[in-house]
């Protein structure tokens, strides 16, 4: 996968969120009756001072403030080119060769670097006096260890959360830079004849390890990418609909986040928007019923259909269907596996067939991978179906040669 450069500002404010830095850089610092201590944390080759002590004696710097990370007595204690303790700066060649020296200036310090886990530094903590002093012990050494320890402690998990996040969104936003997804068509057929009517398309996303959609939109959902990701899928989706054989219907998975707020009319508008099914999905999550049903009113306008994605005999999901009147209601795989034997599926089913009747909606069955299952359904009411059995994932090719087998 192409790695495309971004602009992006990390995500340095954990430390921010922990009370409890201010009174350890206060403790410490006054402990070695030293005027300045802080914390600060490695960013984009900057460092980050998170927490700032001082004896308000002379102006410093200021918590939230970024400065280059080269020529840093961060950087260099990091690397290891400075000892974690210097009793007298004038003693070194490299911390006489750093512009804080003179500026501040520093005379002695401690800093002690902030680990995680995997031993990585992403941190120090550090106090500062401007005139040497030849008493610092191991002792002091020591104490600032433990309470360097204590901090890495609070808010190491939430800086690899930080980090975790920035990866994170680097491959989406890679993801949807490069396209780097394929879709499958699964064929939707008519129980009583066989024919197919239409596909559903299947996101698969290619980076490796592996990963189900669910697992990709629900990380994207984590740091507010969701609605960007499913456009990408979506218009990569749509460019398909022309080669779609003409009769077939193309049913594309869509949340309610992006039905309300993703401008999907413009999306869909064209010569072939009444081919299209809007699929519903996670309907039992969304903030406007109102909102939902004025986008629903002019997408149908356009010609699309809606459908309502794993129909479900819980309140919450009749209430919605019951609300939005969708063109077709899909049932749950798992009420669709084995329903030949299961009298009280069967009782299930047939209720949701005479639900969908009242509120003029087709019933599609997901899942049917047996020819009992399809043989059932098609008994109960049920007039489409998807699945293995049916048709399997492909590509156009798998698709139009599905067609030709009734």
Known sequence: MTHHATFRIASTHTAAR?????????????????????????DSGDVVYRAVSTDRRAPYFEAGDRRPAKGSYCLAVRDGRLPQMLADTRMNPVAMSLPATVMLPVGAYVAVPLLMADGTAYGVFCCMSHDPMPNLSERDLAIVTNFAQLLADAIGSGVKADQDGRDMRQQIEDVIIDRDFTLLLQPIVALHSNAVVGAEALCRFRPTPY???DTWFADARKIGMQRELERAVILKTLDRLEDLPRALTLSINVSPDMMIHGNLP??????????????????????????????????????????????SAAHSSLSTVLQIKPDFVKLDSELVRGIHMDPASQALTAGIVHFAKAI???????????????ESLHKLGVKFGQG???GRPGGMNALQARMYQI
């Open 388 to 390: 293995y059995f049916l």
């Open 211 to 213: 990963r189900n959609p």
């Open 266 to 311: 413009a999306m869909i508008d064209g010569p072939n928007s009444d081919r299209i099914v809007l699929e519903l999905t996670e309907h039992n999550y969304f903030d406007s019923m109102t909102d939902l049903q004025t986008q629903i009113k002019h997408l149908r306008r356009m010609g699309a259909k809606i459908a309502v994605d794993d129909l």
């Open 360 to 374: 003029n909606a087709d019933v599609i069955a997901e899942g049917v991978e047996r020819v009992q299952e399809a």
């Open 18 to 42: 922990v009370p409890i830095i201010d009174e350890i850089l206060s403790t410490v610092r006054r402990h070695l009756d030293m005027p300045l201590a802080y914390l600060a944390v490695f």
